[in-house]
């Protein structure tokens, strides 16, 4: 603990680390069974991904199908995107060091983010370029094409809906839809198999279309609603990841807990400032700006203060660091502070 004092104020500023948590942002062993469970559901997605990319592929070269190809392009992206969750996983478990006081757990939004320009780039906007070449040029298949197609797209199916029912029974595991998909790699996961599985039935459905009725501009347009899909879902994960990479605050509800603990601490004057931030998917930074009750002498101080530390830490085990700003009134605050007035309050 540092005390400074200039001008009658005196600040303390206090870390995580003798108030039971690590201060580092590291995990318990309960996040690290987490992520095992999130590693296993990528790698199913990422094994069911690579086999139907190279059947979507190789069907809808032979096949001539536009919608079929953009389904390739789909499942090339999210195999992509799978390895870049395989390494926010690793990476964004690394210990804190000197470079990184506050951990690697940004890591974590970090390759989700570039998760979501995976699916725009390779899968979105190829398949838009699809759809529109397929509308410019047109398109003629064999029925043994026809048939070809919709085989591969009826196995994709069941592999895209078997690694989806995969990644939904992680997140009830992990306590539902509010809990489940705070992680940004099972969120991801979950998004991407749902968006596959969505996207196999409009490529089915366009290539039936086209087939019944010899016009390639269902083909196409199945195409382009695959791309607009997966331009809506690259859009929405990449602002969750920029929100949380920018510095996102705790839920409301922990932030509330600490605010009521905070103010029944009968030490405190007042909270004048209550700031939080995620530092990981189960760290949280907590700063608080405080003043206490007239007549505490130094040492008083810093007892009341590392209380307080370990209190927050009990309250909201996801505060790994936590730092507070104590400060001394002046004689004319003092007189005007809410103890003297008789009421309690602050920020």
């Not at 104020?9 to 069974?33: H, I, L, P, Q, V």
């Not at 991904?49 to 536009?66: C, D, E």
């Not at 951990?103 to 780039?121: N, P, T």
């Not at 940004?184 to 039936?208: F, H």
Request: hydrophobic share 45%.
């Amino acid at each position: 603990m540092n005390r400074t004092t200039s001008n009658g104020t005196a600040n303390e500023r206090t870390d995580g680390k003798d108030d039971g948590t690590d201060g580092t942002g590291g995990t318990d062993g309960s996040g690290s069974k987490a992520d095992r469970r999130t590693r296993i559901t990528v790698l199913v997605a990422l094994a069911a991904n690579l086999v139907i990319a190279v059947a979507k592929a190789v069907g809808g070269f032979f096949a001539g199908s536009p919608a079929l190809l953009s389904e390739a392009a789909h499942s090339v992206a999210d195999s992509l995107n799978e390895v870049f969750l395989l390494a926010a996983l690793r990476r964004s478990r690394r210990p804190a060091d000197r470079r990184h006081p506050f951990g690697y757990g940004k890591e974590r939004f970090f390759w989700s983010l570039l998760a979501a320009v995976g699916i725009f780039v390779m899968g979105g906007c190829f398949s838009f370029f699809q759809g529109v070449e397929a509308l410019r040029t047109g398109a003629e298949e064999e029925p043994s094409g026809y048939v070809a197609g919709l085989i591969v797209l009826g196995v994709a199916l069941i592999a895209e809906g078997a690694s989806l029912l995969r990644a939904l029974h992680q997140v009830r595991r992990q306590g539902g839809a509010a809990a489940g998909m705070r992680d940004p790699a099972l969120r991801t996961v979950v998004a991407e198999d749902g968006t596959a599985v969505l996207g196999v039935t409009l490529a089915m459905i366009g290539m039936i279309l086209h087939m019944v009725t010899g016009q390639v501009v269902w083909e196409a347009c199945a195409s382009l609603a695959i791309g607009a899909l997966l331009v809506y879902v690259a859009y929405r994960l990449g602002r969750e990841a920029r929100d949380q990479l920018i510095g996102e605050a705790a839920d409301p509800e922990a932030s509330g807990r600490i605010r009521a603990l905070l103010r029944a601490q009968p030490e405190i004057d007042s909270v004048e400032a209550l700031f939080t931030m995620k530092t990981g998917l189960d760290s949280t930074l907590v700063a608080a700006r405080i003043d206490l009750v007239p007549g505490l002498d130094s040492e008083r101080v810093e007892e009341v203060s590392v209380r307080i530390k370990r209190s927050i830490a009990h309250t909201v085990p996801e505060a790994r660091q936590i730092f507070l700003d104590v400060t001394d009134r002046t004689a004319r605050e003092t007189a005007e502070s809410p103890a003297a007035t008789g009421e309690r309050g602050g920020a």
